[in-house]
């Protein structure tokens, strides 16, 4: 077996089919926080929902009756899914913020990105700590509510995403060791300084930030579930997991639109940084160690999300792992168009669902399992482009412009 097909599967023991959105989870996301977010993020510049793009050769290959890929390559200009989550924590801190220091009741998004409120935004710091694309979309949030953001990344960041994040007028600080560690050097950092932290992840003592990230996060599988061309479930989503917040807003999202109809949802990680495999397998929270290197960035993360747990555990049907190798012959797939297939330029973290989906698909035994056949309906997340533009183009033979 060549490594681009060596992949692992485990069932969820915890998972919980047929039961109801719970209330532990509508405390997390729920409609009233969708409608919030919506509306914050409908009316920043350049919104506009990405495409759902339909996959019929990818589907073929697979031998599962469609598939459907959301392509968030171009969301806001910066090319992945992330500005729905940490630009609008940062707008939800602001606002605030504002609202604290004005005694205002409410403060209008319109008129924070009118520049109304510039003297107080002017002296907020929020800072995160990030592999690149949370890092990236904090800053340009930060720059378009008028704050300041000090990002951290750890050793193993490209200079290319580095170059990116500064882009947007971030101070970015290198920090040693993996994105785990730049995760507590930013905690210190803020409570020394008083920056306030933009966590995509939480250990589940304090959660306001990354609530807010994912449930930003859900207005894509919102999206998603608005385009799909036909009315009731899909039956799969296959999702990638870093610190687990994207799959868990989508797992949610899904799970309020279908209830005990909700599509089976695997989520899909690399090898070297499977802590959602491994706590899936477990059955509790599980932290595994080592580099965590993977061209797949922004999955590299070796401690899962506490509130993520709290809706994937009984959320998620099943995890998997992929290898790098996988990965990247994904990336190409999508970048040739598979047998008719429009081609899609996506990043080295965007294509693990897919990569997930083909392993699954090719092996009787998870085919069984999760009830994947010729009818199944999939829905994968394309959750960046060529957000790294050099590493993209080393992977796919050629530049992302090229791919037409
Ligand atoms: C492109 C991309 N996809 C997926 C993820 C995973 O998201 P999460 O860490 O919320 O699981 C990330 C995280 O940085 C990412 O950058």
Redo the contacts with the bound molecule.
């Keep these: 077996m060549d490594a681009s097909e060596r992949f692992h599967w485990t069932l969820n023991p915890k998972v919980t089919p047929g039961a109801a959105y719970g209330a532990a989870q509508a405390a997390l996301l729920d409609g009233a926080g969708l409608a919030r977010a919506r509306d914050v993020i409908s009316a920043w510049p350049g919104y506009g929902p990405t495409p759902l793009v339909a996959l019929p050769g990818i589907a073929r290959r697979a031998g599962v009756g469609a598939v459907h890929y959301k392509d968030?390559g171009q969301r806001f200009g910066l090319k992945?899914?992330?500005p729905l989550?940490g630009a609008y924590a940062v707008a939800c801190l602001v606002m605030d913020e504002v609202g604290r220091r004005t005694g205002a009741d409410g403060i209008a998004i319109a008129d924070l990105l009118a520049g109304r409120y510039r003297d107080i935004a002017s002296t907020i710091t929020v800072t995160a700590a990030?592999?690149?694309?949370?890092g990236r979309a904090v800053a340009w949030g930060a720059r378009l509510f008028g704050c300041n953001a000090v990002i951290f990344i750890h050793e193993t960041v490209t200079a290319g995403r580095e170059r990116a994040i500064a882009g947007y007028g971030a101070e970015v600080r290198r920090t040693p060791g993996t994105f785990d560690d730049a995760v507590r050097v930013t905690q210190e950092t803020a409570d020394v300084e008083g920056w306030h932290v933009i966590a995509?992840?939480s250990d589940g003592v304090v959660i306001g930030a990354t609530r807010n990230v994912m449930q930003g996060?859900a207005l894509m599988a919102a999206e998603a579930i608005e385009q799909l061309p036909y009315e009731g479930p899909p039956s799969h989503i296959f999702l990638?997991?870093?610190?687990?917040?994207?799959?868990?807003a989508t797992c949610a999202q899904f799970w309020q639109a279908f209830g005990a109809d909700r599509p089976k949802t695997v989520l899909v990680e690399p090898e070297t940084a499977a802590c959602w495999f491994e706590s899936v397998k477990a059955g509790e929270p599980a932290t595994v160690g080592g580099d965590l290197e993977s061209i797949m960035?922004?999955?590299a993360?070796g401690e899962i999300?506490r509130p993520?747990w709290d809706i994937l555990a009984p959320g998620a049907d099943g995890a998997m792992t992929i290898t790098d190798e996988a990965a990247a012959r994904c990336m190409r797939l999508l970048a040739a168009g598979e047998d008719g297939d429009a081609p899609v330029v996506a990043?080295e973290?965007?294509v693990?669902g897919l990569a997930g989906l083909l392993a699954a698909a090719a092996d009787d035994g998870a085919c069984d399992a999760l009830g994947l056949d010729a009818d199944s309906r999939v829905v994968l997340f394309g959750?960046?482009g060529a957000?790294d533009p050099d590493t993209y183009a080393a992977i796919v033979g050629h530049p992302a412009e090229a791919v037409v």
């Design positions: 968030e992945s899914f992330k989550g990030t592999d690149g694309n949370h995509d992840t996060y990638q997991a870093g610190v687990g917040g994207m799959a868990a960035a922004g999955l993360c999300s993520a990043g973290s965007a693990a959750t960046e957000t």
